[in-house]
């Protein structure tokens, strides 16, 4: 990272959550669920975070009719005024927010529907103008709301029209040390889920800040304005899409100036015992590396699926097969412009070192240490569904590159995949070995056509016959190295 750790001497972390407005005979603004939940996890996550390591830590949260207008305001405005330079200032919002006059509003547990420039706060006045005439250097602000029509409904944060980052611009271009964090585009849905009993977006970003989302941790075990800025854009569009298959899409955003990556949160590497058994037993000949990571959902959720001109798939044909790929091949092709980007500034290889090739929902990248492919198709087992897979393939002299394509890559994958060559044993014997494993860890054994494979709680392996691989499925993400560290600690057999 091109930034030191800030320590700051003071956090003043100020949260605001509306759940429920002043009850109104007209003009009622609806309730925004799990708000008040919201305001608290965030700030529950600051105090993980910030308490006993700074000098002072201070925390306000106020909750629907604490949070009236002249509270705002006077609160905000009287703590803005008190901040030194080496305080870090905080603020959270989850409600109904809005683009109005003069820039982007919040409302507060007493704004009048009928009366809303007077009764809403432009965040432009009770806070970014205040803090560029502080002393403060170091502010960070995550705003959970958005805006549609208000006869629209209600069954997300939101309320008139869009709030804009690039209303954030001149603020953050005068500050040492400042990001605004949105919850969606302009124009979109800021979803609630009930499931999580939060809003979609927050409960994702206190994940990120209390360590656990491993996607939010980059090569260097930081959670920096960087890795959380992408983290929330994949992982929240990816979770409105797929699990909750909502058909409008919710995309995060950030607005961020800095003298370099700023570090929020370092998350040290799990210190785990060696496994009392594993898979040395599996006497396989490794002949080449890869790692991987796959994802995949419903066709009907891709953003280019249309119900009234599109049919979901009943079988795997190769009309079947090019429909979903054409559906993918966008999507693909970002992806990997991005890996191109980030490879290219992480190894400093010029285009003529790396050779890309694209098709339809394939991208690959192919230099002379390694092969990175991302590629889209119908899935294999479930007709109805779409899959994606991620590939970084080893060549040789690869490790002259490992901690550059662990910058460019971060912590991507899960399956360290090995082409082998044809073992002694038989299928049936591979699957008695691993019958072992389930006595150890409990899970399942199975054997399907030519692959043998056992599915546990700590680590899921299975050997292909028919394509002669054996692959190592870990429960999160690593990045390339940490992968190859977590399969030796397991003794499978690689060719690196």
Not at 321 to 328: A, P, T, Y
Not at 380 to 389: F, R
Request: net charge negative.
């Amino acid at each position: 990272m091109s930034a030191k750790p800030f320590k700051p001497k003071r956090v003043v972390v100020y949260a605001v959550g509306l759940e429920k407005y002043h009850s109104r005979p007209t003009g009622q603004i609806p309730d925004v669920r799990y708000a008040v939940a919201d305001a608290q996890a965030f700030v529950g996550a600051m105090r993980d975070l910030w308490s006993g390591k700074v000098d002072v830590f201070e925390e306000d949260i106020l909750a629907d009719a604490e949070a009236s207008l002249t509270r705002i305001s006077d609160d905000l405005g009287w703590k803005i005024r008190n901040l030194d330079a080496d305080d870090l200032f905080v603020f959270y919002y989850a409600g109904h927010g809005f683009h109005g006059v003069g820039g982007n509003r919040i409302t507060a547990a007493d704004t009048n529907i009928a009366h809303l420039e007077t009764t809403t706060a432009l965040i432009r006045e009770i806070i970014t103008d205040p803090l560029e005439e502080s002393a403060c250097e170091h502010s960070l602000l995550f705003i959970d709301a958005c805006a549609a029509d208000l006869q629209d409904g209600f069954g997300t944060r939101d309320v008139v029209t869009s709030m804009t980052a690039a209303d954030y611009k001149s603020f953050l271009e005068a500050s040492e040390y400042s990001a605004v964090f949105l919850s969606c585009k302009p124009k979109e849905k800021s979803f609630s889920c009930h499931k999580l009993k939060h809003g979609v977006w927050t409960w994702h970003l206190v994940q990120a800040l209390l360590g656990k989302a491993d996607n939010a941790i980059d090569a260097q075990r930081w959670v920096t304005d960087a890795s959380l800025r992408t983290y929330l854009t994949e992982s929240v569009s990816k979770y409105v899409r797929d699990v909750m298959a909502m058909t409008s899409a919710q995309t995060p955003q950030a607005r961020i100036t800095a003298t370099g990556s700023f570090p929020i949160r370092h998350v040290p590497v799990p210190t785990l015992p060696p496994p009392p058994t594993d898979l040395s037993g599996f006497r396989l000949v490794p002949k080449t590396t890869a790692l991987m990571s796959e994802t995949g959902g419903a066709i009907r959720s891709l953003p280019g699926y249309r119900p009234t001109k599109h049919v979901v798939p009943k079988k795997r044909t190769a009309a079947a097969s090019n429909f979903v790929s054409g559906l993918l091949a966008g999507d693909v092709e970002t992806k990997g412009r991005d890996a191109l980007a980030a490879v290219q500034t992480a190894t400093r290889l010029r285009l003529a070192d790396i050779e890309v090739i694209e098709e339809s929902a394939v991208y690959e990248l192919r230099g002379e240490r390694f092969a990175f492919v991302i590629s889209g198709d119908q899935d294999s087992e479930d007709p109805s569904q779409w899959h994606m897979q991620t590939r970084l393939e080893l060549n040789d002299d690869w490790e002259s590159l490992a901690d550059e394509l662990d910058e460019a890559f971060g912590n991507s994958f899960n399956i360290v995949e090995v082409a082998i060559e044809r073992p002694d044993a038989s299928l049936s014997e591979l699957a008695d070995q691993m019958e072992d494993l389930k006595e150890t860890f409990g899970g399942s054994v199975t054997i399907e056509g030519p692959v043998a494979s056992y599915t546990g709680e700590m680590l899921g392996f299975e050997i292909d016959l028919g394509r002669m691989t054996a692959r190592l499925r870990l429960k999160r993400k690593y990045s390339l190295q940490g992968a190859l560290e977590e399969a030796r600690r397991w003794h499978m057999a690689l060719s690196v």
